[in-house]
């Protein structure tokens, strides 16, 4: 074991496992290693790792780095930086072979040759075998070959050949189809490690040529993203890497500004990934006053196209190419400083009431209040009903600003009137609060919504496909647990009913000075979570169990619950899970 190694074990023990991992990771981990799904476990220059046989191969690696234990893990919780249950079964591996032996204990096999071993037998071999090794395995190996051929363009006589690198690129990009989840992580790292080589070559001194591999770069990915399930997220990171290589580039090579400023521009406005997403303000210094006027022109003869928005219009094109030049625009326009350029840019649109409070916040924020006054105003002029709540909020806050209390309180009831809810209700709540009116109002929100579950309840009768405002009393429950008035809430819930996480809610809140009431209410929701057919719901059907069992017994009902969990037994046999989980709790 090299000292690396020895550092690594004093560090990396069980306690610090279960700290790093949280109490359920570490029992599935510590599951993993005693099944055996640790493999190719080995050690070099103080990096221990190991594969994990888990949804699928997953490789771990731990090493120290400033006395601290790193570690990664290419499964989806690793690469977000979790100490994940992969994690814990390679630490628990190593610590087991790293541990002394004792008679007559089972330990994992530890291997005789080590990485140490190869290094030493690799020392010891004649140049040329070590080169036809290395040829053999890359005419085997995709990745390796690639990186080979990279290598071997960077240092010819002749100087650096693009063609090799972007032939590189072509291929790890190349998905050969669809790239689902599974193969994601892997085709990603594929790319990844093409732009290292990239990236290497910016640092021997080959800017101009970074700028045009990473151009062609983003081209392809561009191109495949939508051939690959991206749920993690893998290639915006690669999109967001090249760019920042780009950038780069650009900064030591000093391209030519105009000819940049057409480029930038023109994939600024056809890109939908957001490539290049306000380059007037990241390449600026790059640039300067000769490509931003290139670039200023070209945005202002595309602007000139776009057709001015009212209320309620739309343009096929508003989240495409409009979007893409109305950012551009406003990003020149606030270069400039002037908040009246930035203004004109967003009047030339004024389809939805966002569009409103947009203008008013620019003025707000330039300190032109009456500005930004008269801008909300105009907004909810245009949209009186059904309009932008942020729009209302704002424009109250600007009434109670000027002690028009009134008018702020007639929005903020608008508001509460057009959909009551409990979020609203809150809102209302804060608005009268301010001028101390909350008791007047409040018994004017609760009429209004006893009033909307009538005029529910009278719709559904009428049409048995209606579907408008919830019936029952949801809305009013949620209320009154809110004002922790369980009393009133409880009446609500039993005379009109109420959705299923709210009786839940109130089986909590009654359990203890009314058991005979919360009860039934766990009872109840037994069977539903049962239904869900999953782990997790059978350990939520347990705790529901043990909770039927408490309240039996503080009701002197305690015969009853042997014959209830006999009934729940018999109904769901099948669910072995389950089944597994009730015997492991010894009832």
Known sequence: MTSKARDLTAVLDRRMLQRAAGARSFERGEGYFAGGRVGSLAEHGGTVTAKVRGTLPYRVKFWIEDGKVRYSCTCPVGQDGAFCKHCVAVGLAWLDQARPDHAGEKKLAKPVVTMKDVRAYLAGQDKNALVDLLMEQGMDDDRLRQRLLMKAAKERAKGLDLATYRLAIDEAVDGGGFVDYRGAYDYASRIEEVIDAVEDILKGGYASEVIDLTEHAL????????????????????????????????????????????????????????????????????????????????????????????????????????FRITHIMETLARRTGDVEAVVAVKTRDLSTAYDYLQIAETYQQAGKHDLALDWAERGVTAFPTRTDPRLREFLAAEYHRRGRHDDAMALAWAEFAESPTLDRYQNLKRHADKIGQWTTWRAKALDLLRQSIAAAKRQASGDRWAWERRSDHTELVRVFLWEKDIKAAWREATEGGCADDQWMELAKKREKSHPEDALPLYQRRIEPTLSRKNNEAYREAVGLLKKVQELMARLGRESEFAQYLASVRAAHKPKRNFMKLLERTQW
Do not use: N
């Open 219 to 322: 081209e392809d990915v561009e191109a495949a993203i939508e051939s690959v399930d991206d749920s993690d997220g893998h290639m915006g990171g690669i999109l967001e890497r090249l760019q920042e290589l780009h950038l780069k580039a650009c900064r030591k090579a000093m391209p030519d500004p105009e000819e940049l400023a057409r480029r930038l521009f023109a994939w600024e406005l056809r890109a939908e990934w957001d490539t290049f997403y306000g380059a007037a303000d990241t390449y600026a210094d790059v640039l300067g006053e000769k490509g931003l006027a290139v670039y200023r022109t070209l945005a202002e003869a595309e602007w000139a196209k776009v057709r001015p928005l009212g209320p309620g219009r739309d343009d096929p094109a508003k989240y495409g190419t409009r």
